[in-house]
């Protein structure tokens, strides 16, 4: 209980702060031009010390290796006198993340969780966080992008190609005629229904397999919007990146990066075309 009414305070007090501004100048963090700790180090590494410099945990921005460019770093906390280390994303609901200041957005993030206050380091707080249950991030972040990595070298040994009336291709094509090499075909629409791009990837036997919204797409029984993300016939969802850079001039679906991205994914998890979904539609 005591745990509990402590943690809570905390945040309380690292929700007051947010009203306040945060300033990192020459290693000390100000609030509001009050020191409440110090920081050392640079990106992707910084040592944040209390107030008193008697404790001290490690902050490291994390990335899985070929992730999106766009997607933000994970935080490993650490106690270097422990060993111990726990993760956090960056989640926080009262200030703008900055991906030019980001020792500052990691102070906004520990206030946000009641692991930074007023005060400096609540100490206990980052204590009870080191011991707790791992976020699992790393894992999930790691292993997702390890499945990422195993699609694209399955989807390699497709060698797909598409041609401008939206054919697919690939040398793993099991045509009657072996040197049928199609597996399926893709259209455009632009704008969809929505106002925004939509695609759709249909077998060898007119199915439809998989549908590709670029925002905001609604699909039935499925409760998320769907944004550069394909939706398969069995309900799975595979992120897909948009990309307008084969077609800088006029449109051909040969030269169509997003298209071949889709059919790359598709193929990459599993669903490889041709018509042998047919008998396990009936």
Known sequence: ?????????????GIGAFAQKIKIDKGEIKLDEKT????????????????????????ELKKAPNEDSMKLPWIEIKNEATGKTNELDFKNKSRKFSAFNYDRSIIYELMDRGYFTTDGLNVEAVENFLNGESAGIAAKRLGVQGDIDNASRLADTYQLTIDDNGVIYSVKAKNEDPNDKRI????????YT??????EVIDLDGHLIA???AKAGMVSGYDKFLNQELITFDNKV??????????????KMSKDITAMNIARVLVGNGYSL???YLEKRK
């Open 274 to 276: 041709g018509s042998q």
């Open 36 to 59: 409440i700790g110090f920081l050392e180090g640079k990106k992707p590494v910084f040592k944040i010390y209390s107030l008193d410099k008697s404790f001290f945990v490690t902050a």
């Open 211 to 213: 549908r590709w919204f």
């Open 1 to 13: 209980m005591k745990k509990i009414v402590l943690i809570a305070v905390a945040l309380l007090i």
């Open 238 to 251: 595979f992120k897909a990146a948009f990309d307008n850079r084969g077609n800088p001039i006029g449109y």
């Open 194 to 199: 929505n106002g925004e791009l939509y695609y």
């Open 184 to 191: 399926g075909y893709i259209k455009m629409t632009s704008p």
